[in-house]
């Protein structure tokens, strides 16, 4: 799958949601901790911390479908689709990888005028799962005329 640049800059480095359903398609979301993209696999792997992200890491594991969100505060957003191939604890490389892009969100959005108490709530945890999803569909959620069309 061919992901423009724009595109993947956003899905590394936004504000990350992941979410879920269980099988009764009652859906599960929460705060991503970071993202690491595979272009030669085609996967998207999401960090989050397992405690902190219980219920989309439950149904994630069972209804092997999961759905990844990131934006910037520029309003430049994407939405992910795939399939779970996935739900692992991370390398050291990874949680070292998550904890930069933490900084950088916590960072952010202290620069935005938050104080930075408010996104360490979220954002000072250690990730230790990932889950990894395959892309399917990669669709436009920037708000405009293109908003809701596949990129991809």
């Not at 423009?4 to 929460?30: E, F, K, W």
């Not at 900084?103 to 005028?113: A, F, K, R, S």
């Not at 990669?138 to 908003?147: K, R």
């Amino acid at each position: 799958m061919e992901i423009p640049q724009n595109c993947q800059d956003v899905l590394l480095n936004g504000i990350q949601h992941i979410g879920s359903a269980n099988s009764d398609l009652l859906p599960s979301q929460n705060f991503a901790h970071g993202a690491k993209l595979n272009l030669a696999k085609g996967t998207l792997t999401i960090f989050v911390q397992k405690n902190f992200c219980k219920n989309v890491v439950r149904d994630s594991e069972t209804s092997k479908r999961a759905v990844f969100y990131s934006a910037l505060p520029s309003h430049e957003a994407y939405q992910v689709k795939g399939d779970v191939i996935s739900v692992a604890p991370l390398s050291e490389a990874d949680v070292s990888q998550s904890q930069k892009y933490c900084d950088q969100v916590i960072q952010t959005l202290t620069e935005l005028g938050l104080s930075p108490d408010i996104p360490k709530k979220i954002w000072g945890r250690v990730a230790d799962t990932g889950i990894t999803i395959e892309l399917e569909q990669i669709f436009n959620q920037t708000p405009g005329p293109e908003a809701g069309k596949p990129i991809s």
